[in-house]
């Protein structure tokens, strides 16, 4: 089972619409949790933390639920420069970051 | 603010050649990554650096991969020789002091034909 999963996509969706996407993790002692954003042929770059009590940046909320060993990102009224692949990042008990290998998002005009 | 900054940005060489790929972390950041992404695997942890000194190298593929950082400004990875399994883009990232947000460079895009 890999350390972290998420669905590839792509997720093909309209401009103001609203999309969620999921990522689960193996590891239960897992300490910290981001979503970093990668523009095609481009390098990653944090997009948000993710904390236990969840959390909102503008249209982007980040939620994690640690009995079941997942995180989510819900971005609401999409604009099509959210087009992006979206990367689940999950931190152990060091420095290591363990990436997802990430969904790709299209959004339509 | 210069960030991480990566070179060459290009490689594209021979099976057997020497590839060496160059890293200068963001000042001050005292933890350097370097990374390895392809279509099938995904971003791939190789080696990181705490203060200059290797801490985690269980990501090396094999002996023909070595990373070294003589300073807090510069890190090279290099592949001796390159094998055309080798080709991916090899990013390099560095992050402050109990910090856990990493900044990445531009990469390097590897071609061994």
């Known amino acids: 089972r890999k350390e972290v999963e998420q669905d590839p996509g792509p997720f093909n969706v309209p401009e103001g619409a609203t999309v969620a996407f999921n990522c689960t993790y193996s590891n239960s002692a897992s300490q910290s949790f981001f979503w970093y954003r990668q523009d095609c042929r481009k390098e990653p770059k944090l997009l948000m933390s993710?904390?236990?009590s969840g959390n909102e940046d503008g249209r982007f909320t980040a939620q994690l639920n640690r009995a079941s060993q997942y995180i989510s990102l819900l971005i609401r009224d999409s604009k099509l420069s959210d087009s992006a692949t979206y990367l689940c990042v999950v931190r152990g008990g060091n420095e290591k970051l363990t990436f997802g290998t990430g969904t790709r998002l299209t959004i339509i005009p | 603010d210069a960030g991480v900054i990566q070179s060459p940005r290009h490689e594209v060489t021979e099976m057997g050649q020497e590839v060496t790929l160059r890293c200068k972390p963001i000042s001050g950041h005292n933890s350097l990554f370097w990374y390895r992404q392809t279509m099938m695997r995904g971003l791939e942890l190789l080696i990181y650096?705490?203060?200059?000194?290797?801490?985690?190298d269980s990501g090396m593929p094999e002996d023909r991969f070595s990373a070294k950082m003589p300073n807090a400004s510069f890190s090279t990875l290099k592949i001796q020789p390159s094998e055309p399994r080798d080709s991916a883009v090899y990013f390099c990232a560095s992050s402050p002091h109990s910090v856990y947000e990493q900044y990445f460079g531009p990469g390097t895009r590897l071609t061994v034909t």
């Open positions: 993710v904390y236990s």
């Open positions: 650096f705490n203060n200059n000194v290797p801490i985690d």
